[in-house]
């Protein structure tokens, strides 16, 4: 008896540990990253060969250290509001203690600078930017209106900017994802602050939607919209055709039914679901670099 317990005891541990480093986000990352190495950068008939690239794979397992310290450093700061946004998802400070945590953050961010730094010391600066980016943007940051969204959407964009560090192969199609990558990113985080209003404006922060009101909020949106199309076609103009029909088919249509449900959204579920969908198209826009 004594040993079931011990074992579903590990389980919901270990069930908490994957939650608190968003263990699906990090899997996009990994995938995104080896898709612009293989689809972007390098040749597709020479998959094999950049999937057994041990170089790349450290550069990747690095940036997943990056990533996995920052959602914990972020938890860590937001205990008090995700017990009121989020209380079903808290870890920090009931299956982990708040030292374990500062703990696995700082090992993980010193593994990911010094195996950034072995493939090369551009990348391990990267690293360490991006490390300090994320502590700064947990700490302070991201009660900051917009600043802090700006902050993970640049994080965000670095991700693939990286690869082009490793090998800067077709870095304009690479730049083309980021700036997609850049856009959908900033405007799910303003979507998630609309949707957290609640618990951020109780413990003090100042994000847009506090600050300005929803209304208000909305509006900036249809403006990033606006501004993440045209950005998108004007870096598309000189690519290849399929780069510019495949935007235009699987971003445009999805982003003009965005507008229109962020139009109707008004309660928390709502915004919730456009974050969802905002995700989606994030996820639909990284599969489409199987077909460039």
């Known amino acids: 008896m004594q040993l079931l317990k011990s074992r579903r005891s590990r389980r919901i541990v270990g069930r908490a540990l994957l939650r608190l480093i968003r263990f699906p986000n990090l899997l996009i990352v990994l995938l995104t990253q080896y898709l612009v190495r293989i689809c972007l950068v390098g040749s597709k008939s020479d998959w094999l060969r950049h999937v057994a690239d ?4 450290l550069l990747c397992l690095s940036t997943l250290c990056i990533a996995a310290a920052g959602y914990i450093i972020n938890d860590y700061y937001d ?4 017990t009121i946004n989020k209380p079903r998802r808290v870890v920090v400070g009931r299956v982990l203690s708040r030292r374990q945590a500062i703990f696995a953050h700082t090992f993980l961010n010193l593994t990911g600078i010094g195996l950034g730094a072995l493939v090369a010391l551009r990348i391990g600066a990267v690293n360490f930017g991006a490390a300090f980016l994320l502590w700064t943007y947990s700490n302070r940051l991201k009660q900051l209106p917009f600043v802090g969204n700006f902050t993970v959407a640049l994080l965000t964009a670095a991700t693939l900017w990286v690869v082009v560090l490793y090998n800067p192969q077709n870095a304009p199609v690479v730049y083309t994802y980021s700036v997609f990558a850049f856009f959908i990113t900033l405007i799910r985080e303003i979507i998630k602050d609309m949707e957290d209003v609640r618990g951020d404006a109780t413990f003090g922060c100042r994000t ?6 929803l209304r208000r909020t909305k509006t900036l949106l249809y403006v990033l919209v606006v501004a993440f199309l045209l950005s998108l076609f004007s870096f598309t103009y ?20 965005f507008v229109y449900r962020l139009h109707r959204a008004d ?3 709502d915004f919730g679901q456009l974050s969802q969908f905002c995700k989606t198209i994030s996820v639909v826009g990284v599969l489409s670099m199987l077909f460039v």
């Open 79 to 82: 205990i008090k509001i995700d």
């Open 208 to 213: 847009l939607p506090i600050v300005w009101g």
């Open 54 to 57: 041990g170089r790349f794979f």
């Open 238 to 257: 000189s690519l290849p055709n399929q780069v510019v029909w495949y935007f235009s088919l699987f971003v445009l249509p999805p982003m003009l039914w």
């Open 267 to 269: 309660t928390r579920r």
